[in-house]
């Protein structure tokens, strides 16, 4: 196996020479300049600034005064979503969904914002189009703020990225916050991460003096926080950039034990932050050597310590290598470090079963392939399980049927844009399967005698989503058939993949309807059946819908026509089979 990196450290090197910091920092000191002239008052007021650079615009927000420990322990508590749904303000709702219908927002950050609910929507409106939801900016939007400030930023940047069409060319904003607190429990993060790009939108950059980012993780009573985001953690060596919640709690965690909570003496903690950018972004990141050089066994270890002598843990400068609590740190922060590595490599890299799937697929059509040269469709083969290979297919019908469930469950559980997202990707390999191995599933459903009504009682969950995520999709289900369909007929897929049900269904009324011993009921609801079957086979005939296979000599279609010929009642219908031009019709010429 290829060796592994802590991918921090790069990360961290790309943000720090990009002048992002420096710029976002200089719109936060300029504003906080401007609003905090009266320090006396007690309530704190927020305030906001837009500024177009040439290269960037510009949002920041600042609280006057300035936000401090005390503001934000008075507001420590996490307000669900389901109260703020009680108190009538629903605005993140779209947060919530059917796999994570629930989070909760720091009070202190939601509070204020609620307070300026009125300038947020103007303010919206002047960055988003209503119409076509695309930036109305032509540069690179960042939000920013520091401290509480910050938290603002953040619940402003989510507003903007659920009104923003992901299918847009529109860029989506950069939050960048300063020594902001986090903002909400596990459920606001599952929210986020969910979103396949939500994430990588929010940077967070925490000081390792700053005891406001780590209040909350190392009080015993807020122990249900939880980070979002990448996290730049800095200190006077050097800084790290993480972005998984686990790592980024640890880290803070290691950040809190070290320096306590408290403050940068006589310096405001903007300044503070300006220096360390600055001094960062003047040297050469972490060019030097770790002073537990001698223990270091691979990449993977060297870069978590470097992580942790970057963010100032003085542990590492004392030089204790047997230091019990350091290797369990070390050893802790690696293993989580592989497992997320590892993750990554296999949602990045879906190739591979991709490339499964496909293989099963394959195997299907050469057993449809085998049943057709013996003169059976494959429906048929199936059903009557004569031939060793009609068993043997079974377990790749089920390996495709676990790996579809799985995808269906996950979209579903997905928001409702993110999940439109995934059927999109996949609705071409959805609508083969379906086509493919829906029909074995009717089979083994109706190999048991007795069995009526597949699609109301024996159809599975995911085929009924499948089916109306691609109705949605396509729109068009309905369009007269193109001249290529009509000349790929012999090779085509049944589109309905309940044909074969409708079939059943109709032998069974057939039986029905000529038994003796049947009450008028049963003949009644057969008769209106049939009649409704006859009507929908045309129509798919004529749309060129059916594989020509349902016309070969031993197929069950062909079984419940010879059954039905004498009692048929459609004109076009009979005239099609009697005269056979079924034969015609496989050659595109009907």
Not at 158 to 164: A, E, K, R
Not at 323 to 344: F, P, S
Not at 464 to 469: I, N
Not at 531 to 540: A, G, H, P, R, S
């Amino acid at each position: 196996m290829s060796q592994l990196f802590s991918s921090g450290l790069e990360l961290a090197n790309l943000v720090v020479n990009s002048n992002l910091l420096n710029l976002s920092l200089a719109t936060i000191y300029a504003l906080q300049s401007e609003v905090n002239s009266n320090e006396q008052q007690q309530i704190l007021t927020l305030k906001c600034k837009v500024e177009k650079q040439q290269n960037y615009t510009i949002v920041a927000f600042a609280t006057s005064p300035c936000c401090s420990v005390g503001h934000l322990q008075q507001g420590a508590d996490l307000v669900s979503s389901e109260t703020l749904k009680q108190q009538n303000f629903g605005v993140f709702e779209f947060l919530s969904s059917k796999g994570n219908p629930s989070f909760c927002i720091n009070r202190a950050a939601i509070t204020l914002f609620h307070q300026y609910i009125v300038d947020f929507s103007t303010l919206k409106t002047q960055l988003v189009d209503s119409t076509t939801s695309k930036l109305l900016v032509d540069t690179p939007l960042i939000i920013t703020g520091s401290s509480l400030g910050g938290s603002v930023a953040s619940l402003f940047t989510l507003l903007l990225l659920d009104i923003i069409n992901p299918s847009s060319k529109s860029k989506r904003p950069l939050c960048i916050t300063f020594g902001s607190p986090l903002i909400g429990d596990s459920g606001l993060q599952r929210a986020i991460s969910e979103r396949s790009t939500w994430n990588s939108c929010f940077l967070n950059v925490v000081a390792q003096q700053d005891p406001i980012p780590r209040l909350f993780v190392l009080s015993s009573q807020t122990v249900t926080y939880r980070p979002f985001g990448a996290f730049l953690m800095c200190s006077e060596l050097g800084c790290s950039c993480v972005d998984d919640p686990e790592m980024v709690t640890h880290l803070l965690q290691v950040m809190g034990l070290e320096s306590g909570i408290s403050q940068v003496s006589d310096e405001p903690l903007l300044t503070y932050y300006g220096r360390i950018v600055e001094n960062l972004k003047a040297r050469v990141i972490f060019r030097g050597r770790s002073v537990l050089r001698s223990s270091v066994m691979d990449s993977l270890q060297a870069g978590i310590i470097l992580q942790l002598e970057a963010i100032g843990d003085q542990r590492f400068q004392q030089q204790q290598q047997h230091n019990t609590e350091v290797a369990d740190l070390i050893k802790k922060l690696k293993e989580r470090e592989q497992m997320c590595m590892l993750n990554k490599r296999r949602s990045l890299n879906p190739s591979r079963k991709l490339n499964e799937i496909k293989i099963k697929m394959a195997y299907l059509e050469w057993y449809k392939k085998t049943c057709k040269a013996k003169n059976t469709g494959y429906y048929d083969s199936y059903k009557n399980l004569s031939n060793t290979s009609d068993k043997e297919i079974t377990k790749h019908k089920k390996f495709l049927t676990n790996y579809w469930k799985n995808m269906v469950e996950e979209a579903e559980k997905k928001p409702q844009k993110e999940g439109s997202s995934i059927r999109s990707t996949w609705l071409f390999a959805a609508i083969a399967y379906r086509r493919m191995v829906e029909p074995l599933d009717i089979a083994e459903y109706y190999r048991e005698n007795g069995k009526r009504n597949y699609k109301q009682i024996g159809r599975s969950k995911h085929y009924s989503l499948l089916e109306k995520w691609q109705n949605e999709d396509m729109e068009k289900t309905a369009d007269p058939p193109s001249n290529k369909k009509k000349q790929n007929v012999s090779g085509n897929l049944t589109e309905d993949s309940c044909f074969w049900a409708h079939v059943e269904e109709a032998i069974i009324s057939c039986h029905l309807l000529k038994d003796s011993t049947s009450n008028d009921v049963d003949k009644q609801s057969s008769r209106e059946y049939l009649v409704q079957f006859e009507t929908y086979l045309m129509d798919q005939i004529k749309n060129y819908a059916v594989s020509p296979e349902i016309f070969l000599k031993d197929s069950r279609f062909m079984t419940w026509w010879s059954g039905f010929q004498d009692i048929a009642s459609n004109a076009s219908f009979i005239d099609f089979m009697k005269y056979k031009k079924y034969v015609q019709y496989e050659n595109g010429c009907f």
